[in-house]
């Protein structure tokens, strides 16, 4: 006689885990959102990962495999099954013995699962079960820093067990996220702290359907920091948003905020943004370093020839300077680089910014609040009638900012502002599209430029390359031959301090001077390429060619600039 398997909600309960009512609460969700009892269990917070699968291995009678344990890892031979079937499974090999394959799986339930994986193996599976975070955690590699430097878990299990305690497990109550000692407190600010260490830009806080995702961006790369608990993430974000003074109880419209703590004895501010997506809010933290745009204009990347003619540029007393490229090229710093230089007793220096990033002294910065009609046309036509010397539009979005801007500019006021462009001579083109005259940006525009930003190789990180290590496509696009790039160029090797090679970022630039022809050609409505042409003849250096110093001289590597100076321009 078969026997009969123990109900999973039997099992919870028998251990300890849940008591019968929590149980029967556990039954309703489920049964309300379509999910088996220990999903529901731990989506309420009445049971973690780690006690759903350690009774699930009970009920199906397989090993519990805790992957957090010491030397456990140690045992996993990634190079007895194929890479594709380990992440599209998400299953562990442990070896094989006796024709079958120890596997660790997370679902003992998916009996499809196991049956395509004896399929494709050909063989018998003796399965062990694991909590599918620690499994996926171990796949993707989340416990690792930047570039794979080993990086502890910020969910240790000491906080996780604080965390199960902290909930009220008789009602539904959530965390307390106001307490400094409550645990989800501390692990935002162990998150906030941390993130600053490392030189992140950007956290991104990502819902996924099991699981919150955590990533941080370095020198322009997203990596995976860690897989936070789905049974966390209101918590989270509650308190995110709470410290970032948004509404915690709205969450179907977008929602922006900011954070200012201290952090290693300096105000450190985060932009926070919130935007609702399909599991949850996905939450993005930028991290303002108040120094960050005092590096300095020699210290941006500059060539010497680029740098004396910006420095003219923005000495000039009239007339329009453009920074142009995608969001999270180094626009802003390099404008307020140039500000910080402007910024003395005797020039009056009036901003409109949406929204203002960074506090100057000695420069009146105005912020942008549709809300009350303070758009950026309403503070242009007042700073005008504030008699400043320059002015810096954060970004020209429309005819009406435009105009107001040329205006400006015609009048005697030196104006610096963003436009989203590819390349500088595309500027042009994209002004008249907005609908502003042809004269007006032909007269006004003094010069523009495009810039990108590219990874620089770390000094003790970085190696003279081999004809071997080096693509003959990359040094193509910069147009390096490979017997100029042998002894010139490097490559980046992993060391401690900079586990990918890389460390901090400069930019490569493409500065388009107006002269007489390309006056003429913008009045006569030219095409961006017609541009282009006439800019290169006058002596503009492309992105690419201006990265392919950068290689000459040792700063970064021909696939960092490919990465980021790809475009179609035809010149290359």
């Known amino acids: 006689m078969a026997r009969t398997r123990k109900k999973l909600g039997q099992i919870l309960v028998s251990s300890g885990v849940l008591n019968a009512e929590q149980a029967d609460r556990a039954l309703k969700h489920g049964k309300q959102t379509g999910k088996r009892i220990g999903e529901a269990a731990m989506e309420l917070g ?212 900011r954070i200012k703590i201290p952090v290693g004895g300096t105000q450190i501010d985060y ?112 700073m005008l009638r504030q008699a400043p010397n320059i002015i810096l539009v954060g970004e020209i979005r429309d005819r009406e900012v435009g105009e107001i801007a040329i205006q400006a500019a015609l009048t005697g006021h030196l104006v610096f502002s963003t436009l989203h462009t590819n390349d500088a001579p595309s500027a042009i083109t994209r002004l008249i599209d907005m609908g502003i005259k042809p004269f007006l940006v032909a007269s006004s525009i003094q010069a523009v430029m495009a810039q990108r930003l590219i990874r620089v190789l770390h000094d003790a990180s970085k190696q003279l390359a081999k004809e071997e290590d080096l693509d003959p496509k990359y040094l193509s696009l910069i147009n390096l031959k490979m017997k100029d790039a042998l002894g010139k160029v490097y490559k980046a090797v992993s060391t401690e301090e900079a586990p990918n090679g890389y460390k901090g970022r400069k930019g490569i630039f493409e500065m388009m001077q107006m002269n007489a022809e390309l006056r003429e050609l913008a009045f006569k409505l030219a095409p961006s390429s017609e541009l282009r042409k006439a800019a290169l003849n006058s002596g503009m250096r492309p992105l690419h060619e201006d990265g392919r110093l950068k290689v000459i001289n040792g700063v970064t590597t021909p696939e960092e600039i490919a990465r980021v100076s790809q475009t179609d321009t035809g010149e290359s």
């Not at 539904?172 to 992140?200: Q, T």
């Open 271 to 382: 932009r926070v943004s919130a935007c609702p997506a399909y599991h949850g809010e996905s939450v993005v933290l930028r991290i303002l370093r108040p120094d960050a745009v005092r590096i300095g204009l020699v210290n941006l990347g500059f060539e010497q020839d680029n740098l004396d003619i910006f420095n003219r540029i923005i000495r000039r007393p009239n007339g329009i300077f453009l920074v142009t490229g995608p969001t999270g090229s180094g626009k802003t710093t390099t404008l307020y680089s140039a500000l910080d230089v402007l910024n003395r007793p005797d020039r009056k220096i009036i901003t409109a910014e949406d929204p203002v990033e960074y506090n100057f002294d000695g420069i009146n910065q105005c912020q942008v609040r549709e809300g009350i009609g303070l758009t950026f046309p309403a503070i242009l036509r007042s």
């Open 46 to 257: 009445l049971a973690s990962e780690k006690q759903v699968t350690k009774a699930l291995a009970e009920q199906y009678g397989l090993e519990y495999v805790d992957l957090d344990a010491p030397g456990v890892k140690d045992k996993i031979d990634r190079s007895s099954l194929d890479e594709g079937i380990i992440k599209k499974f998400l299953v562990l090999p442990l070896g094989k013995s006796g024709g079958k394959m120890r596997l660790i799986i997370h679902d003992p339930m998916d009996l499809e699962l196991l049956d395509n994986l004896r399929f494709r193996l050909n063989m018998d599976i003796e399965p062990r079960i694991a909590p599918k975070s620690q499994i996926r955690s171990f796949i993707e590699g989340p416990g690792k820093g930047p570039g794979g430097a080993p990086q502890e878990s910020l969910v240790t299990d000491s906080i996780d067990r604080t965390i199960d305690r902290s909930v009220d497990r008789s009602m539904d109550k959530s965390i307390d996220v106001s307490s400094e000692d409550s645990p989800i407190v501390k692990l935002c600010n162990r998150i906030l702290e941390e993130a600053v260490g490392m030189r992140v830009s950007d956290i991104h806080i990502e819902p996924m359907g099991d699981r919150v995702r955590l990533r941080y961006r370095i020198d322009g790369v997203c990596i995976e920091r860690d897989n936070l608990p789905k049974r966390m993430q209101n918590s989270i974000l509650s308190r995110v948003k709470l410290m970032a003074g948004m509404n915690i109880a709205e969450k179907r419209i977008p929602q922006d905020g």
